[in-house]
């Protein structure tokens, strides 16, 4: 069964630190490039980042760029994403996802979702 947890959400006054972990289970994790999704209240859901499988450059939205960092450890089956100098508008539930169409469990791997996890960036 496939499971993505997140963790490592909170709260942080602007200018701080986060990093937040996704660990995946269920799939050959080491073969999937995977991606960080944000959704802040009232809006939809947007990619942050994303990171190939293996070697490649990462990639970030305009907004993150250079304050956001993307890594992953297919030993561990994790997914990072380290968050400096954080905005207000950073405030957002944060979900990480497979970029994948590998038909797992009848379904393709991308629709599987966890459960997010919180940041809120406020003095």
């Known amino acids: 069964q496939v499971h993505l947890v997140e963790s490592g959400g909170g709260f942080v006054q602007p200018g701080g630190s986060l990093r937040l972990s996704c660990a995946a289970s269920g799939f050959t994790f080491s073969t999937v490039a995977m991606l960080w999704f944000r959704q802040a209240p009232g809006k939809e859901r947007d990619l942050v980042a994303h990171?190939?499988?293996?070697?490649?450059?990462?990639s970030y939205t305009d907004a993150v760029r250079g304050r956001f960092t993307i890594t992953r450890d297919n030993d561990k089956n994790t997914v990072y994403l380290q968050m400096n100098s954080l905005k207000p508008e950073d405030t957002a539930i944060y979900y990480c996802?497979?970029?994948?169409?590998?038909?797992?469990?009848?379904?393709?791997?991308?629709?599987?979702w966890g459960q997010g996890t919180q940041v809120t960036v406020s003095s």
């Open positions: 990171i190939f499988s293996i070697g490649g450059h990462p």
């Open positions: 996802n497979a970029d994948s169409s590998q038909i797992v469990q009848g379904m393709p791997l991308s629709t599987y």
